[in-house]
Protein backbone atom coordinates (compact mmCIF):
# COMPACT_ATOMS: atom_id res chain seq x y z
CA UNK A 1 0.00 0.00 0.00
CA UNK A 2 2.95 2.65 1.17
CA UNK A 3 4.62 1.69 -2.21
CA UNK A 4 1.31 2.64 -4.66
CA UNK A 5 0.75 6.03 -2.41
CA UNK A 6 4.70 6.82 -3.06
CA UNK A 7 4.28 6.37 -6.44
CA UNK A 8 0.84 8.27 -6.49
CA UNK A 9 2.21 10.84 -4.41
CA UNK A 10 5.19 11.14 -7.53
CA UNK A 11 3.04 10.90 -10.55
CA UNK A 12 0.70 13.92 -8.71
CA UNK A 13 4.24 15.70 -8.32
CA UNK A 14 4.91 14.90 -12.09
CA UNK A 15 1.57 16.16 -13.30
CA UNK A 16 1.90 19.65 -11.03
CA UNK A 17 5.55 20.12 -12.49
CA UNK A 18 4.19 19.99 -15.68
CA UNK A 19 1.33 21.80 -15.61
CA UNK A 20 3.62 24.53 -13.54
CA UNK A 21 5.94 24.43 -16.89
CA UNK A 22 3.24 24.41 -19.11
CA UNK A 23 1.82 28.03 -17.46
CA UNK A 24 5.38 29.47 -18.11
CA UNK A 25 5.71 28.86 -21.95
CA UNK A 26 4.17 31.41 -23.69
CA UNK A 27 0.86 30.82 -25.81
CA UNK A 28 1.50 30.07 -29.37
CA UNK A 29 0.84 33.34 -31.16
CA UNK A 30 -2.26 33.37 -33.00
CA UNK A 31 -2.24 31.88 -36.55
CA UNK A 32 -5.06 33.87 -39.19
CA UNK A 33 -5.77 33.14 -42.11
CA UNK A 34 -6.60 36.69 -43.30
CA UNK A 35 -3.90 39.50 -42.55
CA UNK A 36 -4.36 42.81 -41.81
CA UNK A 37 -4.42 45.50 -44.62
CA UNK A 38 -0.96 47.20 -45.66
CA UNK A 39 -2.55 50.53 -45.44
CA UNK A 40 -5.95 51.65 -43.66
CA UNK A 41 -8.58 52.85 -46.46
CA UNK A 42 -9.54 55.96 -44.09
CA UNK A 43 -6.23 56.89 -44.39
CA UNK A 44 -6.16 56.50 -47.91
CA UNK A 45 -9.37 58.26 -48.07
CA UNK A 46 -8.08 61.24 -46.54
CA UNK A 47 -4.55 61.64 -48.04
CA UNK A 48 -6.05 61.11 -51.59
CA UNK A 49 -9.21 62.00 -52.40
CA UNK A 50 -10.65 64.14 -48.86
CA UNK A 51 -9.23 67.27 -50.98
CA UNK A 52 -12.60 66.84 -53.18
CA UNK A 53 -14.51 64.78 -51.22
CA UNK A 54 -14.32 66.03 -47.54
CA UNK A 55 -13.15 64.55 -44.35
CA UNK A 56 -15.06 61.21 -44.40
CA UNK A 57 -16.65 61.88 -47.31
CA UNK A 58 -18.52 64.73 -45.65
CA UNK A 59 -19.45 66.52 -48.99
CA UNK A 60 -20.68 63.51 -50.78
CA UNK A 61 -24.00 64.75 -49.89
CA UNK A 62 -26.70 62.58 -48.22
CA UNK A 63 -27.72 61.00 -51.41
CA UNK A 64 -24.00 59.91 -52.13
CA UNK A 65 -24.09 56.33 -54.07
CA UNK A 66 -28.04 55.38 -53.41
CA UNK A 67 -27.88 55.49 -57.07
CA UNK A 68 -25.01 52.78 -57.72
CA UNK A 69 -25.15 49.40 -58.16
CA UNK A 70 -22.34 47.65 -56.07
CA UNK A 71 -20.37 46.76 -59.53
CA UNK A 72 -21.13 50.57 -60.64
CA UNK A 73 -19.45 51.57 -57.03
CA UNK A 74 -16.47 49.77 -57.44
CA UNK A 75 -16.08 51.23 -60.75
CA UNK A 76 -16.07 54.83 -60.14
CA UNK A 77 -13.84 54.11 -56.67
CA UNK A 78 -11.25 52.55 -59.36
CA UNK A 79 -11.86 55.36 -61.89
CA UNK A 80 -11.80 58.17 -59.04
CA UNK A 81 -8.36 56.21 -57.50
CA UNK A 82 -6.73 56.39 -60.78
CA UNK A 83 -7.39 59.71 -61.72
CA UNK A 84 -7.84 62.51 -59.41
CA UNK A 85 -6.73 60.49 -56.74
CA UNK A 86 -3.80 59.89 -58.06
CA UNK A 87 -3.49 56.29 -55.58
CA UNK A 88 -2.57 53.03 -57.48
CA UNK A 89 -4.94 50.61 -55.48
CA UNK A 90 -3.88 46.50 -55.27
CA UNK A 91 -7.30 44.42 -55.24
CA UNK A 92 -7.27 43.98 -52.07
CA UNK A 93 -6.86 47.89 -51.42
CA UNK A 94 -9.55 48.88 -53.88
CA UNK A 95 -12.07 46.03 -52.14
CA UNK A 96 -11.27 47.93 -48.74
CA UNK A 97 -12.23 51.51 -50.44
CA UNK A 98 -15.43 50.33 -51.73
CA UNK A 99 -16.28 48.44 -48.69
CA UNK A 100 -15.49 52.34 -46.74
CA UNK A 101 -18.08 53.40 -49.33
CA UNK A 102 -20.51 50.70 -48.77
CA UNK A 103 -20.38 51.97 -45.10
CA UNK A 104 -20.70 55.70 -46.28
CA UNK A 105 -23.89 54.60 -48.41
CA UNK A 106 -25.73 52.09 -45.72
CA UNK A 107 -24.67 55.04 -43.30
CA UNK A 108 -23.21 52.12 -40.94
CA UNK A 109 -20.22 51.88 -38.71
CA UNK A 110 -16.72 51.02 -40.61
CA UNK A 111 -13.93 49.17 -39.22
CA UNK A 112 -10.36 48.15 -40.98
CA UNK A 113 -7.80 46.05 -39.04
CA UNK A 114 -4.34 47.39 -40.31
CA UNK A 115 -1.73 46.32 -38.42
CA UNK A 116 -0.86 42.78 -36.46
CA UNK A 117 2.36 42.91 -33.84
CA UNK A 118 3.65 40.20 -30.96
CA UNK A 119 1.27 42.98 -28.59
CA UNK A 120 -2.01 42.96 -30.29
CA UNK A 121 -3.82 44.30 -33.38
CA UNK A 122 -4.47 47.76 -34.47
CA UNK A 123 -6.70 49.72 -37.34
CA UNK A 124 -8.95 52.93 -38.21
CA UNK A 125 -12.79 52.96 -37.22
CA UNK A 126 -15.55 55.29 -38.41
CA UNK A 127 -15.74 58.75 -36.08
CA UNK A 128 -18.16 58.52 -33.72
CA UNK A 129 -17.87 54.84 -33.39
CA UNK A 130 -18.03 53.16 -29.74
CA UNK A 131 -15.96 49.96 -30.59
CA UNK A 132 -16.03 47.14 -28.51
CA UNK A 133 -14.03 43.88 -28.58
CA UNK A 134 -14.64 39.84 -27.11
CA UNK A 135 -12.21 37.14 -27.88
CA UNK A 136 -12.62 33.47 -26.67
CA UNK A 137 -16.04 34.66 -25.56
CA UNK A 138 -15.04 37.40 -23.12
CA UNK A 139 -14.59 40.94 -23.38
CA UNK A 140 -10.85 42.74 -24.06
CA UNK A 141 -10.09 46.62 -23.71
CA UNK A 142 -10.41 49.00 -26.64
CA UNK A 143 -7.77 51.78 -26.90
CA UNK A 144 -8.91 54.56 -29.00
CA UNK A 145 -7.58 57.40 -29.94
CA UNK A 146 -9.26 59.61 -32.62
CA UNK A 147 -10.60 56.94 -35.35
CA UNK A 148 -7.56 54.64 -34.59
CA UNK A 149 -8.09 51.29 -31.94
CA UNK A 150 -5.80 48.86 -30.80
CA UNK A 151 -6.04 45.63 -28.34
CA UNK A 152 -3.81 43.95 -26.98
CA UNK A 153 -2.82 39.91 -27.93
CA UNK A 154 -5.56 37.66 -26.86
CA UNK A 155 -5.45 33.47 -27.05
CA UNK A 156 -7.77 33.60 -29.88
CA UNK A 157 -8.81 36.07 -32.89
CA UNK A 158 -11.00 39.03 -31.37
CA UNK A 159 -14.41 39.96 -32.68
CA UNK A 160 -15.27 44.07 -33.09
CA UNK A 161 -18.47 45.63 -32.59
CA UNK A 162 -19.03 48.84 -34.01
CA UNK A 163 -21.79 50.90 -33.36
CA UNK A 164 -22.71 54.76 -34.06
CA UNK A 165 -26.59 55.41 -32.88
CA UNK A 166 -28.32 52.06 -33.65
CA UNK A 167 -26.62 51.20 -36.26
CA UNK A 168 -24.10 48.13 -35.87
CA UNK A 169 -21.47 46.25 -37.36
CA UNK A 170 -19.05 43.18 -36.54
CA UNK A 171 -15.52 42.17 -37.80
CA UNK A 172 -14.14 38.95 -36.77
CA UNK A 173 -10.45 39.20 -37.42
CA UNK A 174 -10.32 35.18 -38.11
CA UNK A 175 -12.89 36.01 -41.14
CA UNK A 176 -11.73 39.55 -42.79
CA UNK A 177 -9.60 42.71 -42.60
CA UNK A 178 -13.01 44.95 -42.68
CA UNK A 179 -16.66 44.97 -42.34
CA UNK A 180 -18.88 45.77 -45.28
CA UNK A 181 -17.39 43.12 -47.43
CA UNK A 182 -20.61 41.64 -48.85
CA UNK A 183 -22.32 44.22 -52.14
CA UNK A 184 -24.76 46.68 -51.39
CA UNK A 185 -28.09 45.39 -50.68
CA UNK A 186 -30.50 46.50 -54.24
CA UNK A 187 -32.68 47.98 -51.70
CA UNK A 188 -30.35 50.27 -51.05
CA UNK A 189 -29.17 51.70 -54.43
CA UNK A 190 -31.53 53.13 -58.17
Same mark, same amino acid.
Given at each position: ????????????????????????????????????????????? %? %???????????????? %???????????????? %????????????????????????????????????????????????????????????????????????????????????????????????????????????????
Amino acid at each position: MRLHQRHLSLGTAASALIVAVAALVPAAPVRLAVVPLERGPMQTF %E %ESCARCHGTNGENYGT %EFGRHLSDSELRKVTR %EMADGPGAVQLDTRALDAQVALHRAWILREPFVAWVKSSRSGWSGEVSPGTKLTARAGGKPIAVKMDGTRWSISKAATAPVLTARVGSRQVTLDLAKAAHTHTKPLPKSKTR
